[in-house]
């Protein structure tokens, strides 16, 4: 059975900074790994594609967070992080990982930011 377990989210002021831990557990192998990644869902929102790197090192992010949000990743240790600074209020939302293998997608049960102006 695989768990992905975030850390991280709570309140910031606008212009601050969080980073969002998520680490695996259970049956997943690093060499399988495809992609980890980060999603979010706004109230009222669909969740959307915030960040995501794979397995050679190669990252994507959305544009609303470019320049703003670092990921990174550790197959290996099955671990993804998100950097976030300069934060601002529409960046409120829950964050789920992500993680892509070659058999299946796992997701997190989501860590809550909340950014207050």
């Known amino acids: 059975q695989v768990q992905l377990v975030e850390s991280g989210g709570g309140l910031v002021q606008a212009g601050g900074s969080l980073r969002l831990s998520c680490a695996a557990s259970g049956s997943i192998f690093s060499f399988i790994i495809k992609t980890m990644g980060w999603y979010r869902q706004g109230p009222g929102n669909q969740r959307e594609l915030v960040a995501f790197v794979t397995s050679d090192g190669s990252t994507k992010y959305a544009d609303s967070v470019k320049g703003r949000f670092t990921i990174s990743g550790d197959n290996a240790k099955r671990t993804v992080y998100l950097q976030m600074n300069s934060l601002k209020p529409e960046d409120t939302a829950v964050y789920y990982c992500?993680?892509?293998?070659?058999?299946?997608?796992?997701w997190g049960q989501g860590t809550q930011v909340t950014v207050s102006s």
């Open positions: 992500k993680i892509v293998t070659v058999f299946n997608d796992y």
